[in-house]
């Protein structure tokens, strides 16, 4: 969690004070950087999932929805999440008559 500052290392035993406060760090990190995810109502943002999470702080996701001031705060675009350039090619098709002589390997459909 290098990215949420204030957020402590991980102690031996993990006690409810602790989630308490990094839940609470961590969730102003994310309403600071990507505050327009918490334009929802309260209780529909604190039923995502990871995978929820995961999508909606996004490159993609943030130039899409995101505030302006969230998009300021994008890191630069890198080759990860740059668009592909097109380099003028079309691009190739692949022969729909491709798989037309494949021959059937099942021993049912063998008649002896």
């Not at 327009?36 to 130039?63: C, N, Q």
């Not at 505030?67 to 994008?74: A, I, R, S, V, Y």
């Not at 097109?86 to 390997?105: A, H, L, Q, W, Y």
């Amino acid at each position: 969690m290098e990215d949420a500052p204030g957020v402590k290392p991980i102690p031996d035993s993990i006690t409810e004070e602790y989630i308490k406060e990094s839940y609470d760090c961590v969730t102003q990190f994310l309403k600071d950087n990507y505050s327009y995810i918490f334009t929802k109502p309260d209780d529909r943002v604190a039923s995502y999932a990871v995978g929820t999470w995961s999508k909606k702080i996004k490159y993609s996701e943030v130039l899409k929805h995101g505030t302006e001031e969230d998009k300021q705060k994008l890191p630069p675009p890198t080759a990860n999440n740059n668009k592909r350039k097109s380099d003028g090619k079309e691009r190739t098709t692949r022969n729909p008559r491709r798989f037309i002589n494949r021959v059937s390997t099942h021993r049912e459909s063998i008649v002896v």
